[in-house]
């Protein structure tokens, strides 16, 4: 078994002479998992006919339970879904929203949740509430407190947070909002897109009303694997937002048949578990987010800048260090720049005014992707390249 | 070049000593396909920032403008979705039906079709007309003569027909069907999830408002790909039944990308129509239809029953024929059992109080395979298997 870092990579499909500093948005996929993915894959082309009506009914149920259990919830309550997006609007769509209820969000949260918001404003007049998340508030406490006064003072109906934010990139105290929420008798809706495998999540400890999380982003799973939890009371209620054959025959079934598809990707789900279980979830998680640290800390020192927020307890494997320049569009330009012509990608965002970008680690990563990611970063803003 | 029948079957991605004579569910992919296919999967998670930021955007069109051109259609008015679930749902659920409007469809809709106006019906308590057809009402006039009873005699909004239908399998009269509803000013959506590959498709000629066809199904692009197509005055109306980051940013965007997914599926379109091409898609049709007539006629021979309709010129490459027993639940547990014993899978299903079996054919099938799936599906039918 190889140690983490440079031995590892080579364990992992990434491409020859990049350097990867953004495991996030997509996730890498071990070698072994893609060649399980492919056999699982030439299976079903071989014979759709028995892989759908015979081996898929029996897979579908071995691997919610490894998700299941990965998750600590009870497997009658997760779902396979392919993505946050229809997670997200299978929920927010079902719940019978209208003009008489709230739905409580961040500035921060994922632009997918924030047009879904939007879409039930525009078409059923569901009114929004939006906090906004300055950088003075990137505090524990206080993003705490301007939730809790929301809840206080308006009559909230649903409350959407992330378990870790996108951009910037920050572990939100789910634990404390959905207690709030209880108190409250607001419904809760974790989006822990990113979540499984860069989280210990334990959703029987959390009781959250919905959870729903991406397994290839951190959980080492290839694109387009996402498990939804829902509380019992809502197994009735909520559908699978793409109506199909099995509308109507229990929520299970309507994910598991949501349209013809690609039925063995979800079998990735059990090997992406597999992977990391052989290394083992604390390990991973420190490995990265230790790295993940390092490695924005150095970039923040080449680039002479600084960090979002200094607390490493409020940072999992993503950390946000301020990019040099004020110009959003240039920025952008660099980095496409970058990625043309040094084979690093940054990911690069605007928040509260400022340019920063959002650096994360997983296993195969070292310090020196972090250093390399800087310089020729910084190369291409001041036109040296 | 390998001649249509036995011997193209080792071209193709099927199990070995596995007989297929039912190619439409699903699709079997030519070996070449997969290799390309594979291939483009391994590049697009060797560096997903890559594959989903630079190079889909660029090819989305390439491949867009290749489907179009091959249903004779304008690219822009094109979009790729996973399966017809997607498109079926995005249409309907956005042309902001109300109690107001109607939609006429007929009983040989496919279940995911008469799901989707059950769900509009419950919810936004949309009126719905279903046409209800019997075996002696399956005639190509008498099927145009009850849509245009219903589009004169109830004001009908939407409509909605099967390029060719599924259970129980013919090819439906769509040319005329478009002149009905834009004589009675209807929105006509055709239903083509068995179209490119098996049908000549003339969209510019045809002129419908909606059209939906899977590629995976008769054009030999791997499990699952949709094409949906859209009047231009539609473009601003229609949404991706999945909202996502791209949601209201133009239906172009909305539809490639709405949600982490496998991003390279759809450079496989282009695999399987020029692998149409090499042969011809004429001469694919004609070889598939021929085949289909032929050895469904054997099987009617080899049970002692009949087709469900006798009018060739009604059918595709799928044809149905009556089962020789009249218990359907007892029919249905001999498919399991042929299928596992006999490494045969039939398609069964019940149409006007009788049980039928659909048999298809495509390029690797010869007539053995039906007299095979004939005979021993009888055997286990009388128990003698």
């Not at chain 1, 990049?18 to 894959?41: A, D, L, M, T």
């Not at chain 1, 959980?219 to 109507?248: D, R």
């Not at chain 2, 699952?224 to 209201?248: A, C, D, P, Q, R």
């Amino acid at each position: 078994m190889n140690t983490f870092g440079q031995n590892i990579k080579e364990d992992f499909i990434i491409e020859n002479g990049f350097v990867c500093v953004n495991h996030s948005s997509f996730g890498f996929v071990p070698k072994e998992v893609f060649q399980q993915r492919i056999q699982h894959y030439t299976k079903f082309l071989q014979n759709p006919d028995r892989f759908t009506k015979i081996d898929y009914p029996k897979y579908t149920i071995e691997i919610r339970k490894t998700a299941a259990e990965f998750l600590n919830a009870d497997f009658n309550q997760c779902m396979l879904t392919s993505n946050s997006a229809e997670a997200f609007n299978s929920i927010i769509r079902n719940l019978g929203l209208t003009e008489n209820d709230t739905i409580l969000y961040f500035s921060t949260a994922y632009p997918m949740v924030q047009n879904t918001i939007q879409f039930m404003t525009s078409n059923y007049n569901v009114k929004q509430n939006r906090i906004e998340l300055k950088r003075q508030h990137l505090e524990k406490q206080k993003i705490l407190s301007l939730f809790e006064e929301q809840l206080k003072t308006q009559k909230i109906t649903i409350a959407v947070f992330d378990n870790i934010s996108a951009q910037p990139s920050l572990i939100m105290p789910i634990k404390e909002l959905i207690s709030l929420c209880k108190k409250y008798n607001v419904i809760s809706i974790v989006d822990a897109a990113h979540g499984a495998g860069i989280t210990v999540l334990d959703i029987k400890d959390l009781d959250p009303d919905f959870l729903f999380t991406n397994f290839n982003k951190w959980a080492f799973c290839p694109s387009g694997i996402n498990i939804l939890y829902l509380k019992e009371q809502y197994l009735n209620k909520i559908h699978h937002n793409t109506i199909s054959v099995q509308y109507g025959n229990g929520l299970a079934k309507e994910c598991e048949f949501s349209g013809t598809k690609d039925f063995s990707l979800s079998l990735s789900l059990i090997d992406g578990v597999n992977f990391i279980k052989k290394y083992g979830l604390n390990q991973i998680i420190k490995y990265s987010e230790d790295l993940a640290w390092e490695g924005a800390n150095l970039v923040a020192q080449i680039w002479q800048t600084e960090l979002l927020v200094n607390d490493k307890s409020m940072h999992s494997a993503m950390v946000n260090v301020k990019i040099p320049h004020q110009d959003q569009n240039y920025c952008r330009e660099c980095q496409k720049k970058c990625f043309e012509k040094y084979n690093v990608f940054l990911v690069v965002f605007k928040y509260d005014d400022l340019n920063w970008s959002r650096l994360s680690a997983s296993l195969y990563n070292t310090i020196s992707d972090y250093e390399y990611a800087a310089r020729c970063y910084l190369k291409v803003l001041k036109g040296e390249e | 070049m390998k001649n249509f029948g036995k011997e193209l079957k080792d071209d193709f991605v099927i199990e070995s000593g596995y007989t297929c004579v039912n190619h439409s569910s699903f699709g079997y992919i030519p070996k070449c396909v997969l290799q390309s296919r594979i291939d483009n999967y391994r590049k697009f998670l060797e560096n997903p920032d890559s594959f989903a930021r630079y190079i889909i955007p660029k090819q989305s069109p390439i491949v867009r403008k290749t489907a179009a051109e091959f249903l004779n259609a304008n690219f822009n008015q094109c979009f790729f979705s996973n399966n017809s679930a997607e498109s079926m749902n995005s249409i309907i659920k956005n042309l902001g039906l109300t109690d107001k409007d109607t939609i006429l469809y007929l009983n040989i809709a496919y279940p995911m079709v008469k799901n989707v106006i059950k769900y509009m019906n419950t919810h936004f308590n949309v009126n719905t007309c279903m046409i209800d057809l019997k075996v002696e009402d399956l005639k190509k006039e008498i099927i145009l003569q009850y849509i245009e009873e219903n589009m004169k005699t109830k004001k009908i909004t939407v409509a909605i027909l099967d390029n060719i239908s599924s259970f129980p399998s013919l090819k439906l009269p769509i040319k005329e069907f478009v002149e009905l509803c834009k004589k009675y000013d209807v929105i006509s959506i055709i239903d083509g999830a068995h179209g490119a590959g098996i049908r000549e498709i003339n969209l510019k000629e045809l002129d419908p408002d909606f059209f939906f066809t899977n590629l995976n199904k008769w054009a030999f692009c791997p499990c699952s790909v949709n094409l949906l197509y859209v009047k231009e005055k539609y473009l601003n109306l229609i949404h991706n039944n999945t909202i996502s980051v791209f949601y209201g940013a133009g239906i172009e965007k909305e539809f490639e990308y709405y949600g982490t997914r496998d991003a390279s599926i759809i450079l496989s379109v282009i695999d399987g129509i020029n692998y149409i091409n090499s042969f011809g898609l004429k001469q694919i049709i004609e070889y598939c239809e021929n085949l289909a007539w032929e050895g469904s006629n054997l099987v009617a021979k080899i049970w002692q029953t009949e087709l469900l309709v006798q009018d060739q010129s009604m059918h595709s490459a799928m044809v149905n024929v009556l089962v020789p027993h009249k218990d359907h639940p007892y029919i249905m547990d001999c498919q399991k059992i042929c299928f596992e014993k006999y490494n045969v899978f039939i398609v069964l299903y019940e149409f006007d109080g009788r049980s039928w079996a659909r048999f298809s054919a495509s390029i690797y099938n010869c007539l053995e395979d039906y007299e095979y799936a004939a005979k021993q599906f009888l055997n286990v039918l009388k128990n003698e298997g």
